[in-house]
């Protein structure tokens, strides 16, 4: 992680300090990414504490830890890994949009990673972009890596039946078939579910993630790189 020394003041050539424009920004606002980890930091600082005055037994594993994200947000989940991959063990990327790997830049360090996406999601309105989701972050990823994309779903498919109404009734994103809303969100909450217990507690079989005949709807396209 690069940290910026340098002053809020120069050095002029005679050995004088000379005040810069008083008008130049002097705290410029951190970005997403860097937000983001401080959020993490405090979490890990004082989550537990709470938890433990309004639970019992209910405690975080932060060695055990995994993050995942939805559309632009992946943007900013993967920028914060690339920053510091030492706060996660793995990482989902729902139909993810990002340009942290533009430029045919690729991750060189292991951290077992989901990427999924949908049909639709690539069909105009385009809610997804060609080389900047799911296909392009699983091509430059390390092992291990496993990558789904579903038949006849949309991008607003995983939101809440309000957020989807919305979405549908805007052609802001093109929409799966509502009548299986419920089987989608429970499959959706049963593979992210199987791959972040394959890879946070210990279990080897990634069978649920792998094998096309165990999934429940209609998948386009299956592939993974798990032997490392």
Same mark, same amino acid.
């Given at each position: 992680m690069g940290?910026?020394m340098?002053?809020? $003041? @120069?050095? &002029?050539?005679?050995?004088l ?5 008083s008008?130049?920004? %002097? ?5 997403p ?5 401080q959020?993490?930091?405090w ?9 433990s005055?309004?639970?019992t037994?209910?405690?975080?594993d932060w060695?055990?830890?995994?993050v995942?994200c939805h559309?632009?947000g992946?943007s900013?989940?993967l920028?914060?890994?690339l ?5 996660v063990?793995?990482?989902?990327f729902l139909?993810?949009?990002?340009f942290?790997? $533009? @430029?045919? &830049?690729?991750?060189d ?9 949908t %049909?639709?999601c690539?069909?105009?309105?385009y809610?997804?972009?060609?080389g900047?989701d799911?296909n ?8 291990p890596k496993t990558?789904?994309a579903?038949?006849n ?10 957020m ?6 805007t ?9 299986n809303?419920v ?5 959706i ?8 217990i &394959?890879t946070?507690q210990?279990v080897?079989?990634?069978?649920y993630?792998?094998?096309v005949s165990d ?7 299956a ?6």
């Open positions: 940290v910026d340098r002053s809020d $003041s @120069g050095t &002029s050539t005679d050995g300090t000379a005040d810069r424009d008008t130049r920004t %002097q705290n410029p606002p951190a970005s990414a860097h937000t983001f980890l959020q993490q930091d979490a890990r600082k004082h989550l537990n504490a709470y938890l005055n309004q639970t037994g209910v405690s975080v060695e055990n830890t995994g995942f559309s632009a992946c900013i989940t920028e914060t890994i920053l510091n991959r030492t706060n063990k793995s990482t989902a139909e993810p949009f990002s942290a790997l $533009s @430029g045919g &830049s690729s991750v360090f292991r951290l077992p990673a989901l990427m999924y996406g %049909q639709f690539e069909d105009f309105p809610c997804c972009v060609k900047m799911w392009y972050i699983y091509d430059h990823w390390s092992c990558l789904l579903t038949k779903q949309g991008h607003c498919d995983i939101l809440d039946h309000t989807w109404e919305i979405c549908h009734t052609h802001f994103c093109k929409t799966g078939n509502v009548d809303w089987e989608y969100h429970t499959f909450q049963g593979f992210v579910s199987a791959f972040f &394959s946070l210990g080897n079989d990634w069978k993630l792998t094998n999934i429940p709807i209609g998948v386009m396209n592939t993974n790189d798990t032997n490392c």
